[in-house]
């Protein structure tokens, strides 16, 4: 499966997030208590019973000019100066691979399936051709860096404390991997790989929602991240090895071909209408 990727900056330290949103509240209450002041200013000041009569012509001198100049250089050194680049540093700010957790997200409608590679760490290859009910993310079978590869549909688990870089691609339409507990989202675009990354502190289930209109089963598309203890996560992780195992492997006795012919349908004879005596 041929894909654009997306390459990853080289690493960085991560961005204080939490400390960007709440710098932003405590910003947007004092705008909002700095409007509510002029507003009560402005009904006291032009009150009816100081100004009986309107005035049309509105204000003459050039305060009010100037006041709208500084509000739009305020907001646009806060945009320029900090939102940009603190946005720049969080998305370019990648762990090292050796570090972090990395994961295909593979989207569809309308569910995610979830690709980790296996001890050796080695993703195996993917081919569209292969893309099979029973291979749905068309793993080749001839490639040994896929044989203990893990392929989780709807939940994936990943351990508390540490990052995870998750590489989001589509299989038929662009959906969107959002994560709102992590605060994090991206686009799955097909033939395209695209990265994103967080770090889980806290343990438990997390809903991923697809925040793109992708069709009329938008409204079910919907994950789960499981945030374990780090046991908890290797117990996980040997749990979904010994399943892949179990699956790939045949059942004791059963017959080599995948499909066994099938026996000739054997219908009851008919039975006779009993025929009716004389006297």
């Keep these: 499966m041929l894909l ?11 961005c204080p997030f939490n400390h960007i949103l709440e710098f932003s509240h405590w910003f947007m209450g004092a705008l909002f208590l700095g409007w509510s002041a002029f507003f009560v200013f402005v009904l006291i000041r032009f009150h009816k019973s100081r100004h009986p009569k309107a005035d049309h012509a509105g204000v003459r ?22 939102a940009i680049p603190l946005w720049a540093k969080r998305v370019n700010s990648f762990p090292e691979d050796k570090d972090a957790i990395v994961v295909h997200a593979i989207g569809q409608q309308f569910n995610w399936t979830f690709h980790m590679p296996g001890p050796d760490g080695v993703f195996g290859r993917r081919d569209v051709s292969l893309v ?13 860096a896929g044989k203990d590869d893990l392929v989780v549909l709807g939940e994936l688990h990943v351990p508390k404390d540490r990052p995870v870089i998750i590489e989001l691609s589509s299989k038929d339409v662009i959906h969107n991997f959002c994560l709102p507990h992590m605060r994090i ?8 790989l695209i990265p994103m990354w967080f770090k889980p502190i806290k343990a438990g289930p997390y809903e991923v ?13 919907k994950g789960m991240v499981v945030v374990d203890e780090p046991a ?7 749990e979904r090895a010994e399943l892949a195992g179990t699956q790939n492997a045949p059942a004791p006795g059963a017959p080599k071909t995948e499909n066994p012919p099938a ?3 054997q219908k009851p004879p008919a039975q006779q209408a009993p025929t009716p005596s004389g006297d």
């Design 185 to 192: 989202a991206a686009d799955a675009i097909p033939g395209s």
């Design 4 to 14: 654009g990727v997306y390459p990853r900056p080289s690493t960085g330290s991560s």
């Design 209 to 221: 929602v697809c925040g793109q209109l992708c069709g009329l089963g938008h409204y079910g598309m």
């Design 232 to 238: 908890e996560y290797q117990t996980w992780l040997k």
């Design 263 to 265: 026996k000739p349908e």
């Design 132 to 144: 099979t009910n029973s291979n749905p993310l068309g793993l080749d079978p001839s490639d040994p």
């Design 61 to 82: 001198s050039g305060i009010s000019t100037h006041l709208e100049f500084s509000v739009v250089l305020i907001e646009a050194v806060l945009l320029i100066g900090f």
